[in-house]
């Protein structure tokens, strides 16, 4: 009797057993399910943040391109602005004595017709070249201004520098179509026709 209820507690204590390790299992189950439910949730929630990450990169570089695109315009236009202003500047500066330079020229032309008497009546030699002084203290000065008298005899007569008073024989055939004589001297200012030469042409 006694061995019969050994042998039933022990069955007992096996079945036990076995529905313990049983729990245990599906323990073991849940706590899977659950860790891989959660893995899955983290992965799903780090394809978002990737997937949001890279939309801002690429809104970064776009605003980034659109910003060094405005950049190299504004200097492009700053730097077309600063050469015209120098270049502005530089042709107020060699025009700036223009009218005053204009105001000389009678006064060139009459130390030019004082020169040119005293030769032709063999006036004073000192007194000619006193006169012959203070012209050419006079052109010096005007010439670091920019002022250039015209060379024009010999040249082919041209409207850009010449103004044509009348037209005689020409001495030669060389001579035809060319300044004969100049009556009233041309100047340049800084390369351009300040004044133009009132010249004698042949034909």
Sequence with gaps: MSENKDIKNKENEEVKEQQRNAEDV???????????????????????????T???????????????????????????????SAKERIELQKSASKELI??????????????????????SDEAKKGIELI??????????KGLEPMDEIGKPFDTDYHEAITEIPAPNKDMKGKVVDVIQQGYLLNGKVLRYAKVVVGK
């Design 26 to 52: 599906e323990n073991v189950d849940d706590v899977t399910f659950e860790g891989n439910k959660n893995k899955g949730g983290k992965n799903s929630k780090k394809k978002k943040t990737s997937s949001r």
């Design 54 to 84: 890279q939309k801002e990169i690429e809104e970064l570089k776009e605003k980034t391109a659109e910003l060094n695109d405005k950049y190299l315009r504004l200097y492009s236009e700053f730097d077309n602005f600063r050469k015209r």
């Design 102 to 123: 204009e105001d000389l020229l009678p006064i060139l032309d009459d130390f030019e017709r004082a020169i040119k008497a005293f030769e032709e009546h063999n006036l």
């Design 135 to 144: 012209y050419n203290k006079l052109m010096n000065t005007l010439k670091k």
